[in-house]
């Protein structure tokens, strides 16, 4: 368990650094990236997803959850519950380390960003209308998106009607994408409860320069969301015997 717990956590890492580091790269003041705009945001996001997914892999996890409710949706796919609390936590500790590479990565740009909300964007979600029953659900929606369509893309049926699993962490990065161009502009799709509360956790603790407050506030939605929503998934895998 020790050795799956450690891909995760190097998946979870890399997922962040390079997720989370695009953002900064297109929000910060003085990047070359600056202003580039969503396509950007949800392409690095896209790439991270695939890069956490084969780190996680080569670091010993052949699960490559790296996400909280991608673990939790498995888990009641298959009734199978003893992998998730070492999992979630590998989870968060690994999205904390990425989050903590952003903030040396773009060391001199926090500086030049007096917009708060543009610094903790580069760490944590925020929605576009702040309305808990509204985010909530489209944090459900995509979430049930993501762990449905990738039990899909791993099922039996889907293997044995083409190469779909041997290309599955390039397949789980085009649906994050695609999730992202349909269905990231209320929230910011966290869709992964490491992906936000370790970089919130990192933007409390750590000395940004002018960071401003967490928004704690919201924090619940982008945990509680993508947990029903894998739940839910897991629930639909379950019942259809993928």
């Known amino acids: ?33 600056e202003g580039a705009g969503w396509m950007v945001i949800t392409s690095g996001w896209a790439f991270a997803v695939m890069a956490g997914v ?12 790296i996400n909280p409710a991608v ?13 998730l609390f070492p999992y979630v936590v590998a ?3 690994g999205a904390f380390a990425g989050a903590t590479l952003v903030w ?18 580069c ?22 998106v993501l762990v449905l369509v990738a039990g899909a893309i791993f099922s039996k049926a889907v293997a044995a009607s083409g190469p779909a699993s041997g290309l599955g962490p390039y397949l789980v990065a085009a649906l994050v994408w695609g999730i ?4 990231g502009g209320t929230t910011g799709y966290a869709i992964n409860p490491a992906r936000d ?28 969301g993508p947990l029903i929503g894998g739940s839910l998934a897991g629930v639909l895998l379950r019942t259809i015997g993928v």
């Open 91 to 93: 989870q968060v500790l």
């Open 104 to 121: 040396l990565h773009f060391l001199p740009h926090w500086k030049e960003t007096p917009d708060q909300s543009l610094k903790l964007a």
């Open 1 to 33: 368990m020790a050795g799956k717990c450690f891909g995760e956590f190097m998946g979870t890492l890399v997922l962040v650094l390079l997720g989370d580091g695009v953002v900064a790269n297109v929000l910060l003041k003085r990047s070359k990236a």
């Open 71 to 83: 673990t939790l949706g498995f888990a009641v796919s298959s009734g199978q519950f003893a992998k």
């Open 54 to 65: 084969f780190t996680a892999i080569a670091c010993g996890s052949s699960d490559a959850n």
């Open 197 to 224: 509360f370790g970089p919130r956790l990192a933007h409390a603790v750590l000395p940004i320069e002018g960071k401003g407050v967490s928004d704690w506030r919201y924090a619940g939605v982008p945990v509680l």
């Open 123 to 144: 760490f944590c979600t925020a929605p576009a209308i702040r309305r808990f029953s509204a985010n909530l659900l489209s944090e459900i929606i995509g979430t049930l």
């Open 180 to 183: 992202g161009l349909s269905l």
